[in-house]
T-cell receptor, first 116, second 117 residues
């Protein structure tokens, strides 16, 4: 079974600085998808960024980028120019490309605090 | 596109009572998922529908839990004889099957927070 591990329960960063959230995963599959989701306090889960395992190029969405290391099974999220609105729980998630089994497997989450 | 909606947003019930939650997915999405999230944890998969067919169920989904999606549109999740351990946020998500150019990402609803007293 696939597992996802986020080893940083909490992180904090000064506004306008850069922070990196870590995620590792375990799988025997060769093709899959990885996601970072953001869950603000008392608000719904929002997709931040996705990465297809067959793509070597790291995904980027505005201030958010990933460092995908397939051999190391590592998938970190970098947030540049941190803003107060970035404060949230961040979840790394794995989606295996198995027909009929498109469930997401989530990590435990990292609570990100932005200090003004 | 109004997004995924869930009803109710909050439910308080006494142990032993039955509860039912509803999820309305994004209209063009044929896949629908239920997850459970306890405080401070990531969501855990419960079950998944493609159209009206329930294709996978987690071992977390005990016999007291049942989910339906009768017409391939909205879905209901029922918990019978609730226990205090059922207290959690129940999240619904939907996606397309990724074919015909559709996005396969899962979009989440706001959740139903269940408290069993």
């Amino acid at each position: 079974a696939q597992t996802v591990t986020q080893s940083q329960p909490e992180m904090s960063v000064q506004e306008a600085e850069t922070v990196t959230l870590s995620c590792t995963y375990d799988t025997s599959e060769s093709d899959y998808y990885l996601f970072w989701y953001k869950q603000p306090p008392s608000r719904q889960m929002i997709l931040v960024i996705r990465q297809e395992a067959y793509k070597q190029q790291n995904a980027t969405e505005n201030r958010f980028s990933v460092n995908f290391q397939k051999a190391a099974k590592s998938f970190s999220l970098k947030i540049s120019d941190s803003q107060l609105g970035d404060a949230a729980m961040y979840f790394c998630a794995y989606n295996g490309e198995i027909q009929g089994a498109q469930k997401l497997v989530f990590g435990q989450g990292t609570r990100l605090t932005i200090n003004p | 596109d109004t997004g995924v909606s869930q009803d109710p947003r909050h439910k308080i019930t006494k142990r032993g009572q039955n509860v039912t939650f509803r999820c309305d997915p994004i209209s063009e999405h044929n896949r629908l998922y239920w997850y459970r999230q306890t405080l401070g944890q990531g969501p855990e998969f419960l079950t998944y529908f493609q159209n009206e067919a329930q294709l996978e169920k987690s071992r977390l989904l005990s016999d007291r839990f049942s989910a339906e999606r009768p017409k391939g549109s909205f879905s209901t999740l029922e918990i019978q004889r609730t226990e205090q351990g059922d207290s959690a946020m129940y999240l619904c998500a939907s996606s397309s099957n990724g074919l015909a150019g559709g996005s396969y990402e899962q979009y989440f609803g706001p959740g139903t927070r269940l408290t069993v007293t």
